[in-house]
């Protein structure tokens, strides 16, 4: 997936720059999914990623965090066919 950019909550002089790929079950209609609903995708994990505060982006376990809640989000407002059983976090940069 390309990258999203987000001002976290409160700091807008501050951006999130994420990238993630999932694994997911099956993997082609999965895939097919991703694809067709990805603009739905984009705009529920800028609207998720916006809501965060500078603290929550600085956790140490905020990767992990993040993965919970995309994968969460895949599964239950995104995904019908498929599920995605696992979310990477490939990049996580805040500036």
Excluded: W
């Excluded at 909550?9 to 082609?28: H, I, M, S």
């Excluded at 603290?55 to 995605?84: M, S």
Aim: proline content about 5%; charged content about 35%.
């Amino acid at each position: 997936m390309d990258p999203i950019r987000a001002n976290p909550a409160g700091a807008l002089n501050r951006q999130l720059e994420l990238q993630v790929a999932f694994r997911l079950c099956p993997p082609k209609d999965g895939l097919e999914e991703i694809k067709r609903k990805r603009i739905e995708l984009k705009h529920h994990l800028l609207e998720m990623l916006s809501a965060k505060s500078e603290e929550e982006l600085k956790d140490p376990l905020r990767i992990e965090i993040v993965q919970q809640e995309i994968k969460y989000l895949i599964n239950n407002r995104i995904l019908k066919k498929g599920k995605a059983v696992e979310v990477f976090v490939t990049s996580f940069e805040l500036r």
